[in-house]
């Protein structure tokens, strides 16, 4: 992993874990509220998680996931909480404790194998994630209850990605799928309870 500042493209420090772990497979780098620098998790072909202290150029927890390659990962920076997904039938839930250990939690079992991406909405109520077998699913954030399956596209979905309009019913969930479709949700319920 290199990390590059911007915008004068001065390269700061390559992270290199002291075992093989295979390729770097996905990527999440946020500054934290308390602490000297940024922080980074990053997903790796044998399926670990590792969290790197970039200003200590240094590792700080490891946890294996996944049997399978970690194929994408979503953190939320509010609630220190993290998932990630991979070419398998579930969903892997893990937090970092405050001595920044990374600790598995849950895990959500899947229909179908195969995440493309994962995407937490900006107030923590609903995670969506991409599947291989074409469909979008939304869940609640706080319980991981699956609370819709939603069909549209012929192929793969590749990506999701939540809008941040002011006025909540006018936020929008986008979905970019390998049929070369893009489709737009409206999910918005104001009577919900997403837990």
């Keep these: ?36 620098g940024p922080l980074l998790l990053a997903g790796y072909e044998d399926g670990s998680l590792l969290l790197w202290d970039v200003t200590q150029r240094s ?9 399978e390659p970690v194929m994408c990962l979503t ?8 998932i990630s997904g991979s070419s398998e039938k579930k969903l892997s839930s893990w937090i ?5 250990n990374l600790q598995l939690q849950d895990c959500v079992t899947l229909v179908n194998p195969g995440v493309s991406q994962l995407c937490i909405r900006e107030d923590g109520k609903l995670l969506a994630s991409a599947g291989w077998d074409h469909r979008v699913r939304v869940f609640g ?25 002011q006025d909540p019913k006018q936020r929008l969930l ?22």
């Excluded at 927890?61 to 049997?67: G, I, V």
């Excluded at 953190?75 to 993290?82: A, H, P, S, V, Y």
């Design 141 to 165: 954030w706080k319980k991981l209850r699956s609370l819709a399956v939603l069909q549209y596209h012929t192929d793969m979905v590749l990506s999701v990605a939540f809008s941040d309009h």
């Design 59 to 67: 590792k700080l927890s490891q946890a294996k996931a996944h049997p």
């Design 1 to 36: 992993i290199r990390i590059i500042e911007l915008p004068s493209k001065s390269p700061v420090c390559t992270l290199v874990p002291d075992t093989k772990l295979g390729m770097v497979m996905c990527i999440k780098l946020w500054q934290p509220d308390s602490g000297s």
């Design 96 to 100: 970092l404790d405050r001595q920044n």
């Design 75 to 82: 953190f939320d920076t509010k609630r220190l909480r993290g």
């Design 174 to 195: 986008a979905a970019g799928s390998k049929d070369q479709r893009i489709s737009l949700w409206s999910i918005y319920n104001e009577g919900a309870d997403t837990g």
